[in-house]
């Protein structure tokens, strides 16, 4: 009679197909057993011969180390959803799986690397969102600026300066259309984690999804969970994080000064020092006062002549914003002989493919370090500039514990 697999861990077998948006039967046929076997296996109520297991896992692409990897323990917050009412429980499911094993190397890098100190103020808000005014959203955002010393200037570079910050950040398909971006905000370590969906958008929309994040982890860090779940709250703080992210990101105080007339052609001259879509400055003007309700239905009616519903003039020249510090942190362990490649995979037990996309390297990376070298893999070595025209948040400083025997480990 076959055996076991010791050590199995079935909750990581839920997570894995949940990972690959897969269904029980879908998964069972892969892998050429009963869809009741895989329940069993979910369930814990038993558990896979090893030849099962090396077929689940090359159907699920994940190392079988995977399998018998006891789940992190990772500190809980509320988990924020972007367009969670027309996501499927599917694509949920998938963004929260992904979105666990984001913070799994976050946790994983931390061992050898101080990340930047979080700097997310008590802004002194209501916790029930019912209580929150768009006066007091819109100073919250304005005191986050004064707060982090941005002025009113345009911001360069909202992934960066949400990682300056002490945010970790990560961009991913999260394979629905449905899903822009999830975030949660973990009071034992008082910093948010975010992760962008890239499945659909522009460098514009990234940029504000970022800052909607941002919304959400001043603003309803402490909302009741129970909020989320309830569709007219969920409405009702998404709306919110709109309002601050345009906010923060279009603040009157200079914006509106730049604005020569409330028109399609004086947003379309703003977009490319602001960053910002045209959409979103329509809405802006709206909640500022700037248009009456009228107007707003005229200037919609005009973006869409303009075929602009399909996409805006600049959409594809604005440069997309990469978050760097899981990247680096990575670079800072392999450059400095710390950990191998072998190492990282073997701590993690994730694909190659898995660890690059949530932490921002380039594909192959892992698998062509231990061949090339580090300095080889990137041709062109990115530089940092300041620029006195924006407020700029420069690339984010990491430093390798000392007791490593490294110091510090700024972007070169």
Not at 61 to 74: A, M, Q, S, V
Not at 324 to 338: A, N, P, T, V
Request: glycine letters at 6%; charged letters at 25%.
């Amino acid at each position: 009679m076959k055996t076991g697999t010791h050590g199995f861990i079935a909750d990581r077998l839920k997570q894995a197909r949940e990972a690959r948006s897969l269904s029980g039967i879908s998964l069972a046929k892969m892998v050429g057993i009963s869809r009741q076997a895989l329940s069993q296996y979910e369930t814990n109520k038993s558990t896979p011969s090893p030849e099962v297991l090396a077929r689940m896992a090359k159907a699920l692409n994940l190392p079988p180390i995977y399998f018998t990897r006891t789940l992190d323990l990772l500190p809980q917050g509320t988990i924020f959803y972007r367009s969670m009412s027309s996501a499927t429980k599917t694509a949920r499911k998938r963004a929260e799986s992904r979105f666990s094993w984001m913070r799994s190397i976050s946790l994983y890098v931390a061992q050898f690397v101080t990340l930047p100190r979080a700097e997310f103020p008590d802004l002194c808000l209501p916790n029930d969102p019912l209580l929150l005014s768009d006066r007091l959203i819109d100073d919250a955002a304005s005191s986050l600026r004064e707060y982090w010393g941005l002025r009113m200037n345009p911001i360069s570079n909202m992934v960066l300066l949400l990682e300056n910050k002490g945010a970790v950040v990560a961009r991913d398909q999260l394979g629905a259309q449905t899903l822009d971006s999830l975030s949660e905000f973990v009071h034992e370590e008082e910093r948010p984690y975010v992760l962008i969906g890239t499945d659909k958008g522009t460098s514009a929309r990234w940029r504000f999804d970022a800052a909607h994040e941002l919304g959400h982890a001043v603003m309803h860090a402490s909302a009741n969970p129970k909020s989320v779940s309830k569709p007219e709250l969920h409405k009702l703080m998404e709306d919110q994080a709109h309002r601050f992210a345009a906010s923060f990101l279009l603040p009157l105080e200079s914006f509106g000064d730049e604005l020569f007339s409330v028109s399609l052609d004086a947003f379309l001259a703003l977009k490319p020092r602001w960053k910002t879509s045209i959409a979103m400055m329509i809405r802006r003007a709206r909640d500022a006062g700037f248009l009456s309700p009228d107007a707003e239905r005229g200037m919609w009616v005009n973006y869409a002549r303009r075929g602009w519903r399909r996409g805006e003039p600049y959409d594809d020249t604005i440069e997309i914003e990469e978050p760097r510090l899981l990247r680096r942190s990575f670079e800072l362990l392999l450059d400095h002989g710390l950990q191998s490649t072998a190492d990282i995979l073997s701590s993690l037990a994730l694909s190659d493919t898995d660890v690059e996309s949530l932490s921002g390297l380039p594909r192959g990376f892992l698998q062509s370090y231990g061949k090339v070298g580090l300095r080889q893999l990137y041709s062109n070595k990115e530089t940092w500039r300041s620029n006195t025209e924006f407020a700029e948040p420069s690339a984010p400083i990491i430093q390798l514990h000392r007791n490593k025997g490294i110091t510090s480990g700024r972007e070169p």
